[in-house]
């Protein structure tokens, strides 16, 4: 819901770093791994219980996730890049609740069960309505650019980074707020599965 506002104010700065990163030899594809690799680390240290280390660790990662794209606008860009990205992103929402379950089973096992669960039916709406997007050569430019038909909803990146940053800044309260961001990530799926019935019937 938010990404749009937030690519807004943030394109803009990502474009001239980008520019820099690209000018120096970097490409899109080694900046979506350095990203990935680094939000790995994030997942690491979250489950040993260092959630300050994390949340830095956490925002370093989305950044290079924000730079892999604009480097991509200077280089080229390829459907690799766009695959890399897409499937990287969904393993690192995967990991972060991972990451709290483990840190703190008995108090985060079936709260981190079910908000890996929402992630997961919300991507299978999501990759499934590209796939039909792309079938009927559908197109939109809703979230820019993209290299797969981009649907939105209520819970997007900048809704996801929120609320992963209060996992860390109140890790007692992982429960709560997992439960409750897994009914915003399921009512997203759900109003896509609605709107591919109106749109593929």
Do not use: H
């Amino acid at each position: 819901m938010l990404d749009g506002w937030a690519r807004r104010r943030i394109d803009p700065v990502f474009d001239i770093i980008g520019s820099r990163l690209a000018a120096a030899g970097a490409s899109a594809n080694g900046v979506t791994l350095a990203a990935f690799a680094v939000g790995m680390a994030a997942a690491v240290a979250i489950a040993q219980g260092w959630y300050l280390a994390g949340l830095i660790l956490l925002a370093a990662s989305r950044l290079g996730d924000g730079l892999d794209g604009a480097v991509a606008r200077i280089n080229g860009k390829t459907d690799l890049g766009g695959y890399l990205d897409i499937v990287l992103d969904f393993a690192f929402y995967g990991a972060i609740p991972i990451a709290f379950v483990l840190a703190d089973p008995a108090a985060n096992a079936v709260a981190g069960a079910v908000l890996v669960f929402a992630f997961y039916v919300n991507g299978a709406s999501f990759l499934a309505y590209a796939v039909m997007a792309e079938k009927r050569k559908l197109e939109t430019q809703a979230r820019g650019a993209k290299s797969l038909f981009f649907t939105t909803g209520l819970a997007e990146a900048t809704e996801t980074l929120a609320v992963f940053v209060a996992f860390c800044l109140f890790p007692r309260w992982f429960a709560p707020l997992a439960y409750i961001f897994a009914a915003v990530t399921l009512y997203t799926a759900l109003s896509r599965i609605v709107l591919a019935g109106r749109t593929f019937r």
